[in-house]
Structures are given as C-alpha cells and as structure tokens.
C-alpha cells in the first residue's frame, strides 16, 4: 500500500515539474526571451538588424606625422596630405537552428598614406608608409549555442593575415584571436553577460577579461556595450529606416612589413587608438543600406619595432631598444562612408 502511494506521489510530482516548466517556457516565450522551443534568444527586439555585406572608405587628411628614430635621436615629421582606409567584409550562415547558429566571415582591410610633398621624403619609413598597402585579410567564425529557457553561450574565433604581403613566408604575418561568453537573456529588451577573449595581436598570447550590456529602451534610445573594446548610444527612430549612434571604441593591431634597409630583418608596425565618431545609416531600399560617420582618431602609439613582442617590451625597459621609430599624431578628423546589406523584411518577418 505506501509503495503505491509513494508511486503515485513521484508520477505526480513529475507531471507537476514538466507542467511548471512549460508554463515557465510559455511566460518566457510571451516575453520575447525565448522561442517557440523553448532556445533563449539572444538578439533584442528594435535593435539595427546584423550587416551582410559591408563596404566603407575612411579619410583623414592634413596631418602632420612625427617619427622619432630612437637610435639617433633624431626627430622626423612630413605633412600627410591624406590618409584612406578602405574596408569590405562579408558574413554568410553556415547553420541556422534555434538552438545553434554559425556564421562564417571574410574581412579585407587596407590602409594607404599620401603625403603631401612625396619626391621630398629623407626617411625610409615615411617613403615606404607613401608606397606600401599595409593589408589584413582574415577569416571568422562566429556560433552562438542558446540553452532551454534565457541563457546562451557565444563565441568567435578569427585568423588575420597583417602587412604588405611582399614576403613569400607569411608566418609572421599571422594573427589569431579567440572570444567566449556566456550570457543572460532578462528581458526581450535586454541582455547582459560575460566572458574571456584570448589573443596574439601583439606578438604574445594574451587573455583579457570581456564584459558585455545591450538594452533598448521606450524612449527609441539603446545602449550596447563590448568593453573593453566599444560602447554605442544608439537613437533609432520609430519608422525603422534610420539608426543614429554614438560610438566610442579601442583599435589597435600589429603588422608585418618589409623595408629594403632591412631585407633580412622583419619589421612590426604597432597601431594603437581610441576613435570616437557619430554614425548616422539610412535605408535606401528593403535590404540595402547606406551610412555616413563623422568623428575623431586619437593617437596611443604607431611604433615600428625589431619584434612584434608589444607587451615584453612594455613591461621590461631593458627591451625598449627594440622600437626602431616611435611616431605620433596628434588627434585626426575622420569622415567615413559606406554601403551595406541586412537581411530582407521577409526574412526576418518569417523568423517572427
């Protein structure tokens, strides 16, 4: 007899949980936090919707860029006339679940300097920076795991190439990062999380924490933070044709070049800057967009150096004698314009 109604108490209790659970499911579902399935979904409702295929041209002109060359003391400036970044990316699905996404990515990016008086050039750094296309070319890989309920995981692997590629051993132009983070599903308006990113970038493995706030608010204002690495204030405008943001963010990177000084001796130019602009992108048609961005570039460091080790330098003096030339500019005006694809309405309307 109590064997019986022990049993009946556990199928009971069990039929009690499952129940719990799907009305959790359910209420969570309603709220826009998870799916029909019960996946957790990580993107927040109103916010600009992913870029497909991107392509921006960036300029900065009329600079003065002074480089002291560490082993005479002596000190070098030439007058930019401009200076041009152009970028291109693609970002294509590979698997599209709700309960798992990966997206593969192609990036291009090229940085060319014109100076405003070339033919008078006495150094061989300002004279290669006039000839060189200091290239990335890379490959990413970007999956999203979500779990039953308001939780995912999330992380992205890349592979770069940096430098002007006239070497045929390209080893030292590789560079690799990885990033993982796990996050909080709180609302269809807000998400939050945190993780780790590992990288090379300056010639050491390094690993930094990463911190991450993304919400839309009722007032047509949303917030998205990556930091270290960026933070935007975003003005979005109801009709859905128009996104405004502020954006504040750290770029740096490291590249392998080849002078005709140093035919035997690889070379590092280290990129450091903190870049503020203001964005404004406009639907022109369906999936097709185009934007313009304004802002500043503030200078941290553009060192050409013996090795790329950035760190073991920084935190042993006695390897400063390694940075051939430390250059500097002072703060630069940047204008950028671009064009770029988002998933067509019907896409995204089916996926609703």
Not at 99 to 117: C, S, V
Not at 150 to 178: C, E, I, M, V
Not at 203 to 225: E, M, R, T
Not at 327 to 348: D, E, N, T
Request: charged share 20%.
């Amino acid at each position: 007899m109590l064997s019986r109604h022990i049993t009946i108490w556990l199928l009971l209790s069990v039929a009690t949980q499952h129940t719990t659970a799907q009305v959790n499911l359910d209420s969570l579902a309603i709220q826009g936090i998870c799916c029909a399935t019960g996946y957790a979904i990580p993107n927040i409702q109103g916010m600009p919707l992913p870029k497909g295929v991107e392509i921006n041209r960036e300029r900065s002109w009329n600079f003065d860029l002074e480089s002291n060359f560490t082993a005479s003391d002596s000190l070098t400036t030439d007058r930019v006339q401009r200076f041009t970044r152009s970028k291109a990316k693609i970002n294509f699905p590979i698997i599209n679940q709700d309960e798992f996404k990966l997206i593969g990515g192609l990036r291009y990016y090229q940085d060319e300097f014109n100076f405003e008086t070339p033919d008078s050039l006495n150094n061989f750094f300002h004279d290669g920076l006039q000839d060189k296309h200091i290239k990335t070319l890379g490959l990413s890989v970007f999956a999203v795991k979500t779990r039953i309920g308001n939780q995912y995981w999330a992380s992205r692997a890349s592979y770069r190439l940096n430098g002007d590629f006239t070497s045929s051993d390209l080893s030292s132009h590789q560079k690799y990062a990885f990033s993982l983070v796990y996050g909080w599903k709180l609302t269809r308006f807000k998400t939050w999380g945190f993780g780790v990113s590992y990288s090379n970038t300056f010639g050491i493995s390094s690993v930094y924490p990463i911190w991450f706030w993304k919400q839309k608010y009722k007032n047509n204002f949303a917030l998205d933070l990556f930091l270290p690495v960026y933070s935007r204030v975003y003005y979005l405008p109801k009709n859905g044709n128009n996104v405004f943001y502020l954006e504040a963010r750290v770029e740096g990177d490291n590249y392998n070049l080849n002078f005709d000084q140093y035919q035997n001796q690889p070379l590092y130019l280290e990129k450091a800057n903190i870049v503020s602009r203001l964005t404004y992108e406009r639907r022109i048609y369906d999936f097709v967009w185009c934007s313009l961005s304004a802002g500043y570039q503030y200078n941290v460091s553009y060192n050409l150096s013996t090795s790329d080790l950035f760190f073991d330098r920084s935190l042993n003096p006695n390897n400063r004698n390694k940075v051939l030339i430390d250059s500097r500019m002072k703060p630069l005006p940047l204008v950028r314009v671009g064009l770029f694809l988002v998933p067509p309405r019907k896409w995204v309307e089916e996926k609703m």
